[in-house]
């Protein structure tokens, strides 16, 4: 049971990390604010690994890991990056509280819902991303309008139903994707270390891994629905 224990700390870590990060957004250092958001990003990435090994729902199945792993996930993907587009004034001033309440709301949605994860590895609907699109709005210096504009898109996409690749656990082009996801990882501490100024050839070369995922979901979906089995997967993924 011990041993099972040191999966949850470790998913644990994140609610520090986002501590970390809504610290460094209030004294408005971003870089440093992204930098813990990157390293929460690496544990949940691998923390799934780690409890499968260790075996965690077997020898701990008094603990709900998964349920911990949603309240780190949504204080890393969602609040944390709210407050940051916020407090960066990456937003129109009329604007700013609506468009940071969508974040939170419609998230607070797509977290609970049944079928959030599925029993085939997929999420449905927007997987709340906001804090790699939170660092994207940052490193692009696009208009406030424009960021609001996306962020609005993007919370309304939360609840359209197409599915979303989970990128550590899907079976299709597996290694292509663990591939392109770790150079993408690259890419993003190489753009972390040149901020505030990012060189544009390094942005749009991390721009594929983003485009290549969004992409492979899409086909995945639509070849989910034409295909009279896939309509009936889908089912929510059990807590493990």
Same mark, same amino acid.
């Given at each position: 049971? $011990?041993?099972?224990?040191?999966?949850?700390?470790? $998913?644990?870590?994140? &609610?520090?990390?986002?501590? +970390?990060?809504?610290?460094?957004?209030? @004294?408005?250092?971003?870089? +440093?604010?992204?930098?813990?958001?990157?390293?929460?990003?690496?544990?949940?990435?691998?923390?799934?690994?780690?409890?499968? &090994?260790?075996?965690?729902?077997?020898? $701990?199945?008094?603990?709900?890991?998964?349920?911990?792993?949603?309240?780190?996930?949504?204080?890393?993907?969602?609040?944390?990056?709210?407050?940051?587009?916020?407090?960066?004034?990456?937003?129109?001033?009329?604007?700013?509280?609506? *468009?940071?309440?969508?974040?939170?709301?419609?998230?607070?949605?797509?977290?609970?819902? @049944?079928?959030?994860?599925?029993?085939?590895?997929? %999420?449905?609907?927007?997987?709340?991303?906001?804090?790699? *699109?939170?660092?994207?709005?940052?490193?692009?210096?696009?208009? &406030?309008?424009?960021?609001?504009?996306?962020?609005?898109?993007?919370?309304?996409?939360? %609840?359209?139903?197409?599915?979303?690749?989970?990128?550590?656990?899907?079976? $299709? +082009?597996?290694?292509?994707?663990?591939?392109?996801?770790?150079?993408?990882?690259?890419?993003? *501490?190489?753009?972390?270390?040149?901020?505030?100024?990012?060189?544009?050839?390094?942005?749009?070369?991390?721009?594929?891994?983003?485009?290549?995922?969004?992409?492979?979901?899409?086909?995945?979906?639509?070849?989910?629905?034409?295909?009279? *089995?896939?309509?009936?997967?889908?089912?929510?993924?059990?807590?493990?």
């Amino acid at each position: 049971m $011990t041993i099972a224990l040191v999966a949850h700390c470790y $998913t644990a870590v994140g &609610a520090l990390l986002a501590f +970390l990060s809504a610290a460094a957004i209030v @004294e408005q250092d971003y870089r +440093l604010a992204f930098f813990w958001l990157y390293l929460q990003v690496a544990v949940d990435a691998t923390d799934g690994l780690l409890a499968r &090994a260790l075996r965690v729902s077997e020898r $701990t199945p008094w603990f709900n890991g998964a349920k911990l792993d949603d309240i780190v996930d949504y204080l890393c993907y969602v609040f944390v990056p709210a407050l940051l587009v916020w407090r960066a004034g990456l937003l129109p001033d009329g604007l700013a509280f609506p *468009v940071v309440a969508a974040m939170l709301l419609s998230s607070a949605y797509g977290f609970n819902r @049944e079928d959030a994860k599925t029993s085939d590895h997929f %999420f449905t609907g927007f997987p709340s991303y906001w804090n790699i *699109v939170a660092f994207y709005l940052f490193v692009a210096g696009l208009p &406030a309008p424009v960021n609001a504009a996306v962020l609005i898109g993007l919370a309304a996409l939360v %609840f359209v139903p197409i599915r979303y690749l989970y990128p550590s656990r899907g079976a $299709t +082009l597996q290694r292509l994707t663990n591939a392109l996801g770790l150079g993408w990882g690259v890419l993003m *501490v190489f753009m972390l270390w040149q901020l505030p100024v990012v060189s544009p050839p390094v942005v749009l070369a991390s721009l594929v891994y983003p485009f290549y995922y969004a992409g492979l979901s899409l086909i995945l979906e639509a070849r989910r629905r034409r295909s009279p *089995v896939g309509r009936g997967q889908g089912r929510p993924e059990s807590a493990a």
